[in-house]
């Protein structure tokens, strides 16, 4: 069940205030009284799978650097001239874009893991001045944030992304604990109340409720200071004051295609994708608490949903603002994209399903950088698959978002994907690998070149280094240093076909993975074995007949040639720029035979990639397909048109070479075919 939606902004003041509060506290008392439905669980329900505290888990080799690149451009230098970070109200200054107070605690979460992965030290002094800020200037209420001592309304979710930096601070230096762990009791106790009578709720915080109840469950488990009762009271209640996601993932409510014509049986913000995207974690953190089976099935089925209905061959799903269907030309927003890699690892971690790791692995390598210029120093508010211009769009494909949403700059559109985009990577990397339950386990889960240390259960000392180029290679050879013999386990990606394994330099075997999983046995001191995991390349049916094309973990794309210009420049940071491109050559092209596609793979001289390697004409992947240019229309001067079905060649067949989508900053991703015959 779910609590009816009551006009509350009729009863803010006054004796109405008490009625409502009274009768929020009631229906959601009932309602959480009803959460297990009749059953007498108790506590949480474990996870299939543990997350490894910050900092266990490093980046190495090519990501190495990809990190290292995104400390060097904008991500990096936000706290020394971008108003919404370095004046910061979060930090005593007067700077933020909106009542939500989100664009402090959106720079917090995602620079502190990036500062930790790095052991850089600039970018930890900042973070540890932003935590002690906040915690010094905690009121005698309870309360966290801008909003202290001043007339600012108190709504609850522009906290929780707050919540999540602090709890990776303690991860990566427990002797944070003394500090970080009572202030956060304390803005418990408080919000139970607010949430019992009403207070502290907006549209968003009843939409991105999911966030604060990981951030209980994290204190439930490692730091309940016997508050359980009231730890799993405040999830009831975030739940069952929040929007009810249980029903917009069901089929016979979910959209079936873009939403702007359609109207939403919920409140409308649950359509919107990035609320859609951290909504992806609702149902398996409520199902930690009810212990129902059927969350983790409503989860799983809305991920389907969303995918099948919204997806891209980028591995993200479209939504220029709202749910946007499957055209080629509808946008993506650089929130949506980070967000749901969050979602994504958090759903792997209770559920178990590789479906989930195998998406964020190709999110991460597809969508991710696409959107972001190669030196990481501009970034888009929205991404096509097919790209033709990044500019100042008039018309615009996107029914909600401004005209200016795809130029690559500082803050195009909005600024919250300029606060929130640097998340993507550091907990890409920090959630690479996880444990099994008993923590005997080690589980590698998103593939590419990391170094590991940590300490098993029966105090096992394991060190892991993976030296690979994936995935822009298709080996990876694996050493172990362990104390004791335990089972290691890798993830084997779903489009793998005749991957092998030799082990110590033993025979070569087929893997064999069990729920995606290969099984390796570690015996104590070294042992060491490389994975071969080659691809087919494969083809995705799009709308109008159209097709794109993969091979393993990248989708591939026509790389359209590019002019640049310089729209603005930031007064204070000269590299901070807004660029539009524009494209120099034909893009209109039409592909051939699938079977007749040649992937070539041109090894880097030293083993090394370029940095940085998500730009034009720099991955050694690619593909060679035979094409010719077809009469395709623009829709005003600045996108494509849908790709046209049959369409007769207008040129000679000659090949193109396909690149990574991730490298290509005006693209075609989805293309149509021609006849050869």
């Known amino acids: 069940m779910h609590l009816a939606r009551i006009p509350w902004e009729i009863a803010e003041e006054g004796p109405l205030a008490m009625i409502k509060g009274f009768l929020v506290s009631l229906l959601a008392c009932f309602a959480a009284r009803s959460v297990v439905h009749g059953q007498a669980a108790a506590g949480l329900a474990p996870k299939k799978f543990l997350s490894i505290p910050l900092g266990k888990v490093k980046p190495a080799g090519w990501l190495h650097d990809q990190l290292v690149v995104q400390t060097n451009g904008l991500a990096g230098h936000e706290h020394d001239f971008y108003d919404y970070v370095a004046q910061s109200d979060w930090i005593g200054g007067t700077s933020y874009y909106s009542n939500l107070e989100e664009a402090g605690s959106y720079w917090f979460n995602g620079m502190v893991p990036n500062g930790v992965l790095l052991d850089d030290a600039k970018i930890m002094s900042q973070v540890q001045q932003f935590l002690d800020y906040v915690l010094d200037h905690q009121d005698s209420t309870g309360w966290l944030g801008p909003e ?8 609850l979710w522009g906290r929780y992304p707050f919540f999540f930096g602090a709890i990776q601070m303690v991860e990566a230096n427990s002797t944070l604990a003394d500090r970080v762990i009572p202030a956060l009791h304390k803005f418990v106790s408080l919000a139970n109340s607010m949430l019992h009578n009403g207070e502290g709720l907006e549209d968003w915080t009843r939409t991105r409720w999911e966030d604060f109840v990981i951030t209980l469950q994290w204190l439930y488990d490692f730091y309940p200071d016997g508050k ?11 739940k069952y004051t929040g929007d009810p996601w249980e029903d917009v993932f069901k089929e016979e409510y979910f959209p079936k295609s873009a939403v702007e014509n359609l109207t939403n049986p919920f409140p409308v913000l649950t359509w919107h994708g990035v609320n859609m995207a951290e909504g992806l ?16 099935d409503a989860a799983s089925k809305g991920w389907d949903l969303l995918f099948q209905y919204h997806g891209r061959p980028s591995g993200i799903f479209a939504a220029d603002e709202y749910l946007a269907g499957l055209e080629a030309i509808r946008g993506t927003e650089l929130c949506l994209v980070v967000e749901t890699m969050f979602s994504g690892s958090y759903l792997y971690q209770v559920i178990g399903d590789p479906k989930f790791a195998d998406r964020v692995e190709r999110i991460a390598y597809n969508a991710l950088p696409a959107t972001l210029t190669g030196d990481m120093w501009s970034r888009q508010y929205l991404q096509q698959q097919n790209q033709i211009a990044a500019k100042n769009m008039t018309p615009n494909p996107f029914p909600t978002d401004g005209p200016y949403s795809n130029v690559f700059g500082l803050e195009p559109n909005y600024p919250c994907c300029t606060v929130n985009h640097p998340q993507g990577w550091p907990k890409f990397i920090s959630n690479a690998f996880v444990t099994t339950p008993d923590q005997k386990s080690l589980v590698h889960v998103y593939l590419g070149p990391f170094n590991v240390n940590l300490t098993l259960a029966r105090g096992n000392k394991v060190s892991v280094a993976v030296d690979t180029l994936y995935p822009f290679s298709d080996t990876l050879a694996t050493t172990i240093t362990a104390d004791k013999d335990f089972t290691y386990y890798v993830r084997i990606p779903s489009w793998v076909s005749k991957g092998t394994i030799t082990i110590d330099g033993g025979v070569r075997k087929a893997v064999s993975p069990s729920e995606g999983l290969q099984a390796v046995s570690v015996r104590a001191g070294t042992t060491k074995f490389t994975l071969n995991l080659p691809s087919d390349i494969t083809i995705e049916s799009r709308p109008h007949s159209s097709i794109a094309v993969h091979r393993g973990p990248l989708h591939y794309a026509f790389d359209i040639a590019r002019s640049q210009k310089v729209l603005k420049r930031n007064a204070q940071q000269p590299l901070a720029v807004d660029l539009e491109f524009d494209a120099t050559t034909s893009w209109q092209f039409a592909l051939g035979d699938p079977k007749t596609f040649v992937f070539n793979a041109d090894v880097p001289s030293g083993g090394t990639l370029p940095s940085p390697i998500f730009d034009s004409g720099l991955p050694p992947f690619t593909i060679t397909a035979p094409a010719c240019l077809v009469d395709w229309d623009v829709a005003g001067d600045t996108f494509a048109a849908s790709p046209p079905e049959d369409p007769e060649c207008v040129g000679s067949v000659t090949n193109i070479t396909l690149w990574p989508f991730g490298a290509t900053k005006l693209r075609i991703g989805e293309f149509p075919t021609f006849n050869a015959d």
């Open 148 to 155: 202290v001592n001043t007339t600012k309304p108190r709504y």
């Open 228 to 238: 359980e009762n009231l730890l799993i009271d405040t999830m009831k209640m975030l």
């Open 281 to 296: 974690k609702a149902l398996p953190s409520t199902y930690r608490f009810t212990h129902n089976q059927s969350d983790l």
